[in-house]
């Protein structure tokens, strides 16, 4: 039992050292954009080819783009950043199989915990991409929902990219859980669905101009 203690207590330590390593890389990265999406979706995908295009546009734009660091979409998201512009940023995560961070990153972070991992995503990042992917990417989806509706964050733009793969997940949010009263009409529109890699990056920079400051002036976490 005392060795589970000091192990438990040790751990605290991890995390901070994941959170300093965090803070102290990307505070100065700028204006920034998080791209998700399935590990497993390679390149003959038109999912891998749309994502790489979305991030060289926001990149040739002047945002850094962010993603989880692995294979399939997060590759063509780093892939289509890399040497456009802006940064390409990989927060890779410690996983016993799929994950092994790709080459096309100038930064890079690896964590341990996904909860650093989740929140650097979110602190950094003034729009969220989420291409089709699986429980990962459902969760950060759904996570920057709840952060937003709850307004433990500002609102910023969370872009659905491909219809007919996420036209069943809004049919039943609106036919279940809106109909049941489980969420307002409001909060179906916090997010925006798209069928045309050009009609994200004005979605982003609308959102920018909105702004009026540097994102990293503006205090995301409210309290």
Not at 9 to 20: D, N, T
């Amino acid at each position: 039992m005392e060795d589970l203690k000091t192990s438990e207590a040790w751990r605290v330590f991890r995390i901070q050292s994941e959170l300093i390593d965090g803070i102290e890389t990307l505070n100065e990265l700028g204006p920034a954009v998080s791209i998700f999406g399935s590990a497993r979706l390679g390149e003959n995908s038109p999912y891998y080819r749309a994502a790489s295009e979305v991030a060289r546009q926001l990149s040739g734009a002047g945002f850094s783009v962010i993603s989880g660091g692995g294979p399939g979409i997060m590759q063509a998201a780093n892939e289509g950043a890399f040497q456009q512009g802006a940064h390409s940023v990989g927060l890779n995560i410690e996983l016993p199989h799929e994950q092994k961070p790709n080459p096309q990153q100038d930064i890079r972070l690896s964590f341990r915990y996904f909860f650093v991992r989740k929140l650097m995503f979110v602190k950094y990042s003034i729009g969220y991409v989420v291409f089709p992917g699986g429980f990962g990417t459902l969760d950060e989806f759904f996570e920057s929902l709840t952060l937003i509706q709850t307004r433990k964050i500002r609102h910023f733009p969370v872009i659905l990219y491909g219809s007919d793969f996420w036209s069943g997940l809004i049919d039943w949010l609106k036919q279940q859980v809106l109909s049941q009263g489980c969420i307002e009409h409001d909060d179906m529109e916090l997010f925006h669905l798209v069928d045309d890699v050009n009609e994200v990056l004005p979605i982003i920079q609308s959102h920018f101009e909105r702004m009026g400051a540097h994102p990293e002036e503006e205090k995301r976490f409210p309290g």
